[in-house]
């Protein structure tokens, strides 16, 4: 059986293809860095150039039990943020992001929520409902649109801007 791990790594990550056949000693396939593009604040991971590793490789198990597992963690992170200290600022955006249109309607939503008194790890939570929300608005668009340098930010870049300042 292939399997494929996973090292996000605090600065950069790698992954890695293991070969386990029947209690023998497993043997590694092959392994990477994980792949990025742009350079300092723009870098990211190249999904694309993960994608087509992965697929070279076709692992028996590269995730679904874990991302099932990293989906609870998350269902269990929001559930921790709406019955929390900052229930009602939570239970705004999540009303918000259940009737999303338009990323211009959620921007002007975020700036109207009170973020300074939020903490790190709730403002991290909903980032993440806020990314997965715009990513479902996307759908059949480009899955990655941020502005570049010489650009007006796109809408999650605001919204990660407003958040963190009033964050801090």
Avoid: F
Avoid at 97 to 108: F, I
Wanted: hydrophobic share 45%.
């Amino acid at each position: 059986m292939k399997i494929l791990g996973i090292d996000p790594g605090a600065v950069s990550g790698g992954c890695a293809i293991v070969m386990i056949d029947d209690g023998a000693v497993p043997q590694l396939v092959d392994a990477i860095d994980l792949p990025t593009v742009g350079v300092k604040a723009k870098q990211r991971i190249d999904v694309l150039a993960l994608r087509t590793w992965i697929q070279q490789h076709r692992p028996d198990r590269a995730d679904a039990r874990l991302l099932r597992a990293w989906r609870a963690w998350h269902a269990e992170q929001l559930q921790e943020a709406l019955v929390g200290l900052h229930r009602d600022v939570m239970e705004r955006l999540m009303a918000q992001l259940k009737d999303l249109r338009t990323a211009r309607e959620l921007v002007n939503a975020i700036e109207t929520m009170d973020w300074s008194t939020v903490d790190a790890n709730t403002r991290l939570i909903a980032l993440h409902e806020i990314n997965v929300a715009i990513c479902k608005l996307r759908l059949g668009q480009e899955p990655i649109d941020d502005g570049l340098w010489h650009e007006p930010p796109r809408a999650y870049q605001l919204i990660k801007q407003i958040i963190s300042q009033n964050g801090r």
